[in-house]
C-alpha cells in the first residue's frame, strides 16, 4: 500500500460545480497535513494546511479524518482558474525528530465552461 | 523576499556530463530538500539538509550529490548525467518540523541525451 494515495483523476466538472477530493494515508503517526495545488509546468504552491477540526479558506474546505486516515479536500463554486492538478502531502516525524514528507500524486482537476 | 530561486531553469545534457543545479533560500529555513517529478511518480526525494553541514539521502539518492556549507544555499550535482536522469527537479525549503508547509523553487527542467 502506498503511504499517501490519492485518485489521479481527472475530474473534468463544470463551471459552478462543488467538486471533493480524499486522499488516504498509511502512517497513524502522521502529524501535519496540507493541500498543494500543482499548475502545468510549475511548482506546487501551498493551498492550505488541514486542521484536525476542518478549515476552511473561501470556497476551499479541508478536512481530516484521523480515525481512518483520509484528508479530503471540497471546492465549492469551481472556476476555470482552479483546473491544476491537487496534491495531498503528509507530515510525520522520522526517529531523529525530523520531517519526514509525503506527497500524493496528486489529483488532476479540469474546470469546463 | 525572493522565497527559493532555483537555477537553471532549463538544461540539456549530454551523457556522462556533469552539473549542479543550484538553490538559494532567503527565508533563513533549516529544511532543505531536492525532489524529481517524473510523469506518473509524483515527487520523489533526492536527498534533504537539516542544517549547514548536515545532509543526508531520500528516495532516490544514486547518481546526486549535495552539500550544505551555509543555511541558504544547497545545490545538488549530477555525477556523470543519464538519460534515466531526464526530469523535472525541484528545490524546497521548510521548517525543520514542516509544519508551516514548503515552499518550491520554480524548478529545472533537464533533459539527458
Known amino acids: 500500500r502506498k503511504e499517501v494515495e490519492q485518485d489521479p483523476g481527472p475530474f473534468n466538472v463544470p463551471e459552478g460545480a462543488t467538486v471533493a477530493f480524499n486522499c488516504t494515508y498509511s502512517?497513524?503517526?502522521?502529524?501535519?497535513f496540507f493541500w498543494y495545488r500543482q499548475d502545468c509546468r510549475k511548482e506546487p504552491k501551498l493551498l492550505m494546511s488541514?486542521?484536525?477540526s476542518g478549515n476552511e479558506d473561501g470556497r476551499f474546505t479541508a478536512q481530516l479524518n484521523r480515525a481512518s486516515q483520509y484528508i479530503s479536500l471540497l471546492i465549492r463554486d469551481s472556476k476555470l482558474s482552479d483546473s491544476a492538478t491537487y496534491l495531498c502531502v503528509v507530515n510525520q516525524a522520522n526517529s531523529g525528530g525530523y520531517q519526514k514528507v509525503t506527497f500524493g500524486t496528486g489529483t488532476k482537476l479540469q474546470v469546463i465552461p | 523576499n525572493a522565497g527559493v530561486t532555483q537555477t537553471p531553469k532549463f538544461q540539456v545534457l549530454k551523457t556522462g556530463q556533469s552539473m549542479t543545479l543550484q538553490c538559494a533560500q532567503d527565508m533563513n529555513h533549516e529544511y532543505m530538500s531536492w525532489y524529481r517529478q517524473d510523469p506518473g511518480m509524483g515527487l520523489r526525494l533526492i536527498h534533504y539538509s537539516v542544517g549547514a553541514g548536515i545532509t543526508d539521502q531520500g528516495e532516490v539518492p544514486n547518481g546526486y550529490n549535495v552539500s550544505r556549507s551555509t543555511t541558504e544555499d544547497f545545490p545538488l550535482r549530477l555525477l556523470s548525467a543519464a538519460p534515466s536522469q531526464t526530469s523535472v527537479y525541484f528545490c524546497?525549503?521548510?521548517?525543520?518540523?514542516?509544519?508551516?508547509?514548503?515552499?518550491f523553487g520554480s524548478g529545472t527542467r533537464l533533459t539527458v541525451v
Open positions: 524546497a525549503s521548510s521548517s525543520l518540523t514542516g509544519e508551516d508547509g514548503y515552499t
Open positions: 502512517n497513524s503517526a502522521s502529524q501535519s
Open positions: 488541514v486542521y484536525s
